[in-house]
């Protein structure tokens, strides 16, 4: 736990503004949308929250968490990471990004045919699954 | 008007060269003039300096060798002109490879009504940054406006996995050129490709089995007839030559057939008289002939699958690649040694190519410069995937302030698709003047979608542009950087900026300080900064690959010893890089990287390096013995084993074979980091004192002055060195090592008199500063502080005067002459 704050601070998940549980097609659709906004220079996509305050966002950052969250094994320990309660408050104050597209007309939604969050619970229904309770 | 966009790739081989042209749909392979797909990368010229490249120019490597010249790709990055007498004139490496791409270009402009101003070229996944740069340079000549370059084993697994819906997780590309061997892990999930990992050698290839043929040729003429022909010899070059040009039809004659005859007719001169060849060699000898090659291949498939958890038996399949790849002995022992099947049905010679032109799509390179604004429409700034595996991807935009512009600016827009069947809904446009746009995409095909724009009055306002195109398909992720990149330091260390697997492309910036002045107007005085390419912890193990000078004659005032430089490096997708110094005391920039040559390889200096290299093995052998260290003799036979080929590469370099002696430079390299390891493990003893001595020492003040932090760091650092000690790793237990004497450093500076003992001691060696005018100054604003019992400015000087006090003379030689720390 020694460097715990710069593992919340780089936390791929705290860069991207994702949660732990969204399915990899999602997290990489949030990176593209990241590195789209940061080469237009948007300020809204220039910072994100983590415990221990806001960090700047770069196009590095965003490529590097995208490249550390195709990594089964990689993902697995980032979402622990991003499962604990501070982190969680964070991603809960994340980044002033322009919001989904299709906010506020879920009958507008594309056809998503990947979205399987609903079946898959990721490391954090693994919590439950092994019997642990969050604090 | 623009028209549907088109995307080119093109594979720069060593011996032949291939282009394709992609229009979001499918890949349609370039012919040249002689109705062929592949043009040899082969250029002659005559007496009167007439270029012909390919077919062409092939027709002539036997009755002309001296003046039609292939395989110049294993020179790229050299500074090695290759000649050709007839003209007098000489070409290098990127201007010859350039003949070649003006070549395909013109055969695209041909076919397809065209001329390519942009287009992706592959290069071999452990292309040396120097090379990686001669690459984009003969581009350049050859008048491409913009290229980007490509890993040669992602471009054919980018093809193979577009051309089957079914490939899922991981699998290998194995792919055999002429002069290079790269082996790519792939896993493919949710339409995205991830390149997991790769391997390679940069000198193994198609062309080792034509010498092998060539040294059996020349072994059974030396018993059958008594002719001793030999690559050493300068005079025996042109029937070396002959052979393996002969050797290279007849491998590729026993692809099909069973046996084949190598046929000379004069190949040389005996006792007066033409001296005819005829040789007949069958598949079976081949194939032994050729396994020790395929051996090694196989070896580095398996040190990739290792380093990834990975047994052969668990990969879903092979895909093939390069000439030699569909020799039946190749792939007979690729799928026995690798537990698996291979793919069937991918050429193996054009799939590079094709897979380049997929890339090229990815990377939104459209070959042709279109004019996309719309006269009298709002200019928006768009980014979005030009390809996709997500069915739903984005566009983010930015409208463009103009207050010519005749329209009003819009406050929302969507996108319609053009089949008229899907739209999106409308998106405000933000305080930023942003706006972010759904789309839904149909499966693996261009979508073309229109952008409307609308005023809040709900009058539309024409957007410039009027349209994007989104391909669908299979993409691949950010490719991992091969060879960890870093900058040499004065003390033979290495400040790295990107590790190996690092995703590109990707920037970085430290701060370095010099560690001597450099002085205004003086040509004599130049601060090198060296780029080094290699995973070592020592500069003078990693290769250099350019250095970044600042020059006396440049500066706009003196810089002196001690000053800061922001010095950034950058890689493209392709692994091209560029390097930028930032003198914040001078507010000025450097940019040009200087020798950005892989460096020259000297026969006699690599003969003396075996020589040496004998000496330090036959060291470690009788303390290896004297220790019965079993693992450490096996590794030291290992490495006696490749001294006899790197001695024939040194031979045939004094022949005049560039190739050869670069290939050599490359082994002797990798053998010193080899015997470098085991002179660690043979000072294993007093590595493991040090490393128990530093813990105790590092415990203790770590313990007393340490934040909490850091104590259970150490903690952690304490057991992570503990376990390479059980493991014996020196080189684990030497990273653990110094992260343990960094955190004693740490916590020992906040004893309230470390910095009047620093101080005190970096005063005793004043009289060694670079610049001891500047460091009596010093001197005294310590003493001062010290008397105060300031211990901030005391810190702040002795930091001051530790970047006066000289470095170490034999390391700064070794680490490249860096100036910097």
Request: hydrophobic fraction near 40%; glycine fraction near 8%; charge should be negative.
């Amino acid at each position: 736990m020694a460097d715990a704050p710069r593992r919340f601070a780089d936390n791929p998940f705290l860069v991207l503004g994702v949660r732990p549980e969204q399915p990899r097609v999602e997290i990489e659709r949030e990176g593209q949308k990241l590195l789209g906004m940061l080469e237009l220079g948007l300020r809204s996509a220039a910072t994100y929250m983590t415990p221990s305050g806001p960090r700047a966002r770069t196009q590095e950052a965003v490529r590097a968490a995208l490249a550390e969250l195709r990594a089964p094994e990689k993902r697995l320990m980032h979402e622990l990471w991003a499962s604990l309660p501070q982190a969680q408050a964070s991603a809960g104050k994340a980044d002033g990004a322009p919001g989904d597209p299709y906010r506020g007309d879920a009958s507008q939604r594309a056809p998503d045919h990947t979205d399987t969050s609903a079946t898959q619970p990721g490391f954090a229904g693994a919590f439950a699954l092994f019997g642990w309770r969050r604090p | 008007m623009t028209t549907s966009p088109r995307y080119v790739g093109i594979d720069l081989g060593t011996t032949n060269s291939a282009a394709a042209v992609f229009d979001g749909d499918s890949v349609t392979l370039v012919r040249n003039a002689q109705g062929g797909t592949l043009t040899p990368s082969i250029v002659r010229v005559d007496g009167r300096g007439n270029l012909l490249v390919g077919s062409r120019a092939r027709r002539y490597i036997e009755s002309d060798p001296d003046n039609t010249r292939g395989e110049f790709k294993r020179l790229m990055g050299t500074s090695k002109e290759v000649g050709f007498p007839a003209s007098g004139a000489a070409y290098t490496p990127e201007a010859l490879s350039a003949e070649v791409l003006k070549s395909l270009r013109a055969d695209i402009q041909e076919q397809f009504g065209f001329t390519p101003d942009h287009a992706v070229i592959s290069v071999p996944a452990l292309f040396e940054l120097p090379q990686s740069a001669a690459t984009s340079e003969a581009a350049r000549l050859a008048g491409f406006k913009r290229v980007e370059l490509l890993q040669e084993p992602i471009a054919s697994a980018l093809a193979a996995g577009w051309s089957d819906d079914e490939q899922a997780g991981s699998w290998l590309v194995y792919d055999l050129g002429g002069g290079t061997f790269d082996v790519s892990l792939l896993e493919t999930r949710d339409g995205l490709l991830r390149v997991v990992g790769h391997d390679g050698d940069n000198f193994l290839g198609g062309k080792d089995f034509d010498w092998a043929i060539v040294e059996w040729a020349l072994a059974q003429l030396r018993e059958r007839d008594g002719v001793a022909l030999s690559r050493a010899k300068a005079d025996d070059a042109p029937a070396i030559r002959k052979l393996k040009l002969a050797a290279e039809e007849a491998k590729i004659e026993l692809t099909r057939a069973q046996a084949t005859v190598l046929a000379i007719p004069n190949l040389t001169t005996r006792a007066g008289a033409p001296y005819d060849v005829d040789l007949e060699l069958d598949r079976a000898t081949l194939e032994r002939l050729c396994t020790p090659a395929i051996q090694r291949t196989l070896a580095v498939c398996r040190r990739l699958l290792e380093s990834h958890g990975i047994a052969p038996g668990e990969l879903s399949h092979v895909v093939m690649v390069g000439g030699p790849s569909v020799m039946p002995g190749v792939r007979r022992q690729v799928a026995e040694g690798l537990a698996c099947s291979l793919s069937e049905g991918l050429d193996p010679m054009t799939l590079v190519a094709q897979g380049a032109a997929i890339y090229a799509a990815t990377a939104g390179l459209d070959a042709q410069t279109q004019e996309l604004a719309v006269p009298g429409g709002y200019k928006a700034w768009l980014q979005f995937p030009a390809m996709s595996s997500d069915l739903t991807p984005h566009v983010v935009g930015r409208l463009v302030a103009d207050d010519k512009a005749p329209a009003q600016a819009p406050s929302e827009l969507r996108l319609v698709r053009s089949d008229g069947l899907w739209e999106s809904p409308w998106a405000a446009v933000d305080a930023e003047g942003a706006f972010i746009l759904a789309t839904s995409l149909l499966a693996r095909r261009p979508n073309v979608f229109k952008i409307e724009g609308r005023r809040g009055d709900g009058g539309s306002v024409t957007i410039s542009p009027a349209t994007v195109t989104i391909v669908q398909g299979l993409t691949i992720s950010d490719p991992p950087l091969s060879r960890t990149i870093g900058v040499a330091l004065a003390n033979d260390g290495v400040r790295t900026y990107f590790e190996r697997g690092a995703p590109l492309p990707a920037r970085r910036t430290f701060t370095l300080m010099t560690v001597e002045g450099v002085a205004k107007g003086s040509d004599q005085s130049l601060l090198k900064i060296p780029i080094v390419q290699g995973e070592h912890d020592e500069a003078h193990l990693c290769r250099l690959v350019g250095t970044l000078e600042i020059s006396g004659v440049e500066v706009k005032e003196s810089l002196p010893s001690g000053s800061e430089i922001e010095m950034t490096l950058e890689l493209d997708r392709g692994g091209r890089m560029s390097a930028r110094a930032l003198v914040p005391a001078l507010e000025q920039v450097f940019e040009d990287v200087a020798q950005l040559l892989v460096p020259e390889a000297d026969p006699a200096v690599l003969l003396a390096s075996v020589d040496a290299a004998r000496e330090r093995i036959a060291g470690l052998r009788s303390d290896a013995f004297r220790r019965g260290a079993i693992p450490s003799l096996d590794r030291l036979s290992a490495i006696e084993a490749a001294l006899p080929e790197l001695e024939a590469d040194i031979a045939a370099a004094q022949g005049g074979d560039g190739d050869a002696a670069q290939k050599a430079r490359r082994t002797l390299l990798e053998l010193d980091a080899q015997l470098e390891d085991l002179e660690l493990e043979r000072n294993w003893p007093e590595i493991t004192q040090e490393a128990n001595e530093a813990v105790i020492w590092a415990t203790s003040w770590v313990g007393e002055f340490g934040l909490p932090h850091e104590q259970r760091l150490m903690e952690e650092t304490a057991k992570a060195l503990r376990l390479a000690q059980e493991k014996r790793d020196p080189a684990e237990l030497q990273r653990q090592l110094r992260l343990v004497q960094r955190l004693g450093n740490t916590a020992s500076r906040r004893h309230p008199e470390a910095w009047t003992r620093r101080f005190e001691y970096a005063a005793s060696q004043v009289g060694d500063a670079t610049d001891i005018v500047k460091a009596q100054a010093l001197v005294k604003q310590g003493r001062e502080a010290a008397a105060k019992g300031d211990n901030d400015t005391l810190r702040d000087v002795t930091q001051k005067l530790w970047q006066l006090l000289p470095s170490d003379v034999e390391k700064r030689r070794l680490s490249y002459d860096s100036g910097v720390r």
